[in-house]
T-cell receptor, first 114, second 114 residues
Framework: EAQVTQNPRYLITVTGKKLTVTCSQNMNHEYMSWYRQDPGLGLRQIYYSMNVEVTDKGDVPEGYKVSRKEKRNFPLILESPSPNQTSLYFC?????????????FGSGTQLSVL | LAKTTQPISMDSYEGQEVNITCSHNNIATNDYITWYQQFPSQGPRFIIQGYKTKVTNEVASLFIPADRKSSTLSLPRVSLSDTAVYYCLVGDGWDAGNNRKLIWGLGTSLAVNP
């Protein structure tokens, strides 16, 4: 089954404790992206990757890092989480990132930073 | 910049047809119109996409007038399980890699009642 898998589904942490949210897709997609979703603000793009070893900042990249060492994986790293990073996070992928392509989303990671 | 405007919320009853209209006055010539559905705490899911006239799939129909300044998502005979947020998307600006971007608004929250 074609899918984007995120882990963990829920995460509670404390300020400053480094964490990683994993994302994996099994569709051989070149394009992968991370979003955060906050009430009243909609989905905002954090980082995206057009292919292996190619990453670019989205609209809200501050406080986040990503890496794309393999085509299928695109982890999101919070080196020193802060409470304003409490949010619902989604990973997504598509063939090549064109806007007329279908975006496949993961089930989300609800992060709480205390 | 292209911007989409859609109703914040809509109510319907089981078995009715629901039409959600989105305006996108500044849509670019090459942009497609894409609709996604999102259930609470889940990632958005692609519903339908079109460029002009009418598109129909097993889930919905999409009507696009000749001027493409608006589009209407039509859900036939809705059920309780269609209660979700529906997003209308068109291209909006360019990212760091000169790729067309999608900006996610707040969508339309559809409530289907028994």
């Amino acid at each position: 089954e074609a899918q984007v898998t995120q882990n963990p589904r829920y995460l509670i942490t404390v300020t400053g404790k480094k964490l990683t949210v994993t994302c994996s897709q099994n569709m051989n997609h070149e394009y992968m992206s991370w979003y955060r979703q906050d009430p009243g603000l909609g989905l905002r793009q954090i980082y995206y990757s057009m292919n292996v070893e190619v990453t670019d900042k989205g609209d809200v990249p501050e406080g986040y890092k990503v890496s794309r060492k393999e085509k299928r994986n695109f982890p999101l790293i919070l080196e020193s989480p802060s409470p304003n990073q409490t949010s619902l996070y989604f990973c997504a992928s598509s063939w090549a990132g064109a806007t007329n392509e279908k975006l496949f989303f993961g089930s989300g990671t609800q992060l709480s930073v205390l | 910049l292209a911007k989409t405007t859609q109703p914040i919320s809509m109510d319907s009853y089981e078995g009715q047809e629901v039409n959600i209209t989105c305006s996108h006055n500044n849509i670019a010539t090459n942009d497609y119109i894409t609709w996604y559905q999102q259930f609470p705490s889940q990632g958005p899911r692609f519903i339908i996409q079109g460029y002009k006239t009418k598109v129909t799939n097993e889930v919905a129909s999409l009507f696009i007038p000749a001027d493409r300044k608006s589009s209407t998502l039509s859900l036939p005979r809705v059920s309780l399980s269609d209660t979700a947020v529906y997003y209308c998307l068109v291209g909006d600006g360019w990212d760091a890699g000169n790729n067309r971007k999608l900006i996610w608004g707040l969508g339309t929250s559809l409530a289907v009642n028994p």
